[in-house]
């Protein structure tokens, strides 16, 4: 799971019922992300924006995103 989104629901889950989550993915997929905002801050700055303005887009842009790296990755990409 390379999402920080679904690594961060994960980990609450798992510490809310007291147990203990994978460290090492989440801090791979905030690394992934702080990586990304660095490579291109405009694009994370505008996903900001659409979240204030409209949380349905927003989300259904992550989810795109996510989808279509995931698509990548398989291929090789």
């Given at each position: 799971?390379?999402?920080?989104?679904g690594?961060?629901?994960?980990?609450?889950?798992q510490?809310v019922?007291?147990?203990?989550?994978?460290?090492?993915?989440?801090?791979?997929?905030?690394?992934?992300?702080?990586?990304s905002v660095?490579?291109?801050?405009?694009?994370?700055t505008?996903?900001?924006?659409?979240?204030?303005k409209?949380?349905?887009?927003?989300?259904?842009?992550?989810?795109?995103?996510?989808?279509?790296?995931?698509?990548?990755?398989?291929?090789?990409?």
């Amino acid at each position: 799971m390379n999402n920080v989104l679904g690594c961060l629901t994960v980990a609450t889950r798992q510490m809310v019922r007291g147990g203990a989550f994978n460290q090492d993915q989440l801090q791979e997929s905030v690394d992934g992300m702080i990586d990304s905002v660095i490579r291109c801050p405009d694009a994370f700055t505008w996903l900001l924006r659409l979240r204030t303005k409209d949380v349905y887009s927003h989300d259904h842009s992550l989810r795109s995103s996510l989808w279509a790296t995931q698509f990548g990755q398989h291929f090789g990409l």
